[in-house]
């Protein structure tokens, strides 16, 4: 049987039981009733109240067995009239949830139900299973440009390498300068797939942290020792700058370091020779804020908020010639926002960048607690 006509029935049952009960105690109170009221007439109008006590009770029965017959029909056609709207509000609101389940199972996650009703719990579930829609449509979307930008990606270092190995068969090539463009492309594709494994870890919120006490001035000269030689090998200066007694961090001293690589190499790609970067932290309210600032292009104000998305490339052409994947910032943020802390971008078109993040701060009796506790 369908939910609708289940629900019409249950409706009518308890309707139907109402009556009854409303029957039985009509009938068995209302005489009793009647007696307390004939017996004050009695004692006020003597043997006459008596003579009426017969014709009291019987006219008492027939009025009120009237009444409930004729009143009967139309609680009925009302009370029908209720519970077939009602039933057929909850059953259009089940069947729409049905086919829109089905339609998502089948791919289509444009589907989305219309929304019965203001306030209640059935609206409520619409909306719930239209954002549930559009959760998985965007998800949906994100796999279908991920497979797309992977498959893109992956094509240029394959046809380097089958271009070597074919120039390398027809001996149109020194055998060492084959092998090295080979490796070259191997080593391409294995950045990106190691971008690729750290773009769904942070994604999914399944980054592994060892949080402890770091000091901020450590952060910043191991970032700056670790970068020197690639920024004096372009000609980009690179500078370190740190506000004095800055307060210890709580934070993942390899994942900052990732974060601080990923900003740099960013840096470094986008700053022309003879420019520079900026390495530096300085207080803020939420903890510290540590920054990378360059004398690079710049991002116009059109492009800021996606510059997090992984694989954007304001300049895709440079940006894989160079060697990025695209993922960088993506898997920075992410891994900022999985320490506690967030990150942002102020940029000016023609005079540079600065990419900045914050971390908390270490507050001592916390450093047995996770990081979950510190949010």
Do not use: C
């Not at 009239?81 to 289509?108: C, H, M």
């Not at 700058?241 to 934070?251: D, K, Q, T």
């Not at 492009?303 to 304001?314: I, K």
């Amino acid at each position: 049987m369908r939910l609708f006509a289940r629900l019409l029935l249950a409706f009518l049952l308890v309707v139907l039981l109402a009556q009854l009960i409303l029957l039985v105690s009509a009938e068995a109170l209302a005489p009793y009733t009647l007696r307390g009221h004939i017996a004050n007439m009695e004692r006020m109008m003597g043997p006459m109240g008596l003579e009426l006590r017969t014709e009291l009770e019987s006219g008492l029965r027939f009025a009120l067995s009237l009444a409930l017959l004729l009143s009967v029909p139309i609680a009925n056609l009302l009370s029908m009239g209720t519970a077939y709207f009602i039933s057929r509000q909850i059953g259009k609101t089940v069947w729409f949830l049905a086919e829109g389940s089905r339609a998502i199972a089948r791919g289509n996650y444009a589907q989305r139900l219309p929304v019965l009703g203001r306030g209640d719990e059935l609206s409520e579930l619409a909306q719930a299973f239209n954002q549930m829609a559009e959760a998985l449509e965007g998800v949906e979307k994100g796999r279908v440009e991920l497979i797309a930008t992977v498959a893109h990606e992956l094509r240029t270092p394959l046809s380097a390498i089958r271009g070597y190995a074919e120039a390398l068969q027809d001996e149109a090539l020194p055998k060492e300068e084959g092998l090295l463009g080979i490796l070259r492309e191997l080593k391409a594709m294995e950045r990106l797939v190691a971008d690729l494994s750290w773009v769904s870890r942070v994604e999914v919120k399944a980054v592994e942290l060892r949080p402890e006490a770091l000091e901020p001035e450590r952060l910043l000269k191991d970032a700056e020792e670790r970068f020197l030689l690639a920024f004096q090998e372009k000609g980009v200066a690179l500078l370190r700058r740190a506000e004095a007694g800055l307060p210890l961090v709580w934070a993942d001293r390899e994942r900052v370091g990732q974060v601080f690589s990923n900003l740099l190499t960013n840096a470094l790609r986008h700053t022309p020779q003879g420019g520079r970067v900026v390495l530096g932290a300085e207080r803020a309210p939420e903890g510290v804020r540590f920054f990378v600032q360059d004398t690079g292009p710049g991002v116009p104000e059109a492009y800021r908020e996606r510059v997090f998305e992984r694989f954007f490339r304001l300049d895709p052409a440079r940006s894989r010639q160079e060697g990025g994947s695209g993922v960088g910032l993506t898997v920075a943020k992410g891994l900022v926002e999985a320490m506690g802390g967030w990150m942002g971008l102020e940029s000016e078109v023609g005079r540079g960048s600065r990419f900045y993040f914050t971390l908390p701060l270490w507050r001592e009796g916390l450093h047995n607690l996770n990081l979950e506790a510190l949010r």
